[in-house]
Nanobody
């Protein structure tokens, strides 16, 4: 089964930019749809973005500041966040599920099989 490792989190200043990286233990483009979720303490994981082979979707609350991309040669998925806000403070998780189609976007955490351990992002004002 694929293993996922997130990196790139840390203490950030509001207004700055951040790139989170999800490194997979195997080739992902043809086998998995990938996603990012985040969790604020005391809340459920929140969908951030997902990417299939050729299509992607960003959560409604994140559009405009968040972007998802993948580098298939590196078995890596990225999450770029611009204009950071204190409310972006959360643990960010990478997730994967067996690929099925580019025509659907899976946005609920129970739809994903594989998860990373998460990377903490803290944004100070």
């Amino acid at each position: 089964q694929v293993q996922l490792v997130e990196s790139g989190g840390g203490l950030m200043q509001a207004g700055g930019s951040l790139r989170l990286t999800c490194s997979a233990s195997e080739h992902t483009n043809s086998r998995y749809s990938m996603a990012w979720f985040r969790r604020v303490p005391g809340q459920e994981r929140e969908f951030v973005a997902t990417i299939n082979r050729y299509t992607y979707n960003i959560g409604d609350a994140m559009r405009g500041r968040f972007a998802i991309s993948r580098d298939n040669a590196k078995n890596t998925v990225y999450l770029d966040i611009n204009s950071l806000k204190p409310e972006d403070t959360a643990v960010y998780y990478c997730a994967a599920r067996d690929y099925s189609t580019d025509e659907l976007f899976y946005t609920r955490q129970f739809e994903y099989t594989y998860w990373g351990q998460g990377t903490q992002v803290t944004v100070s004002s």
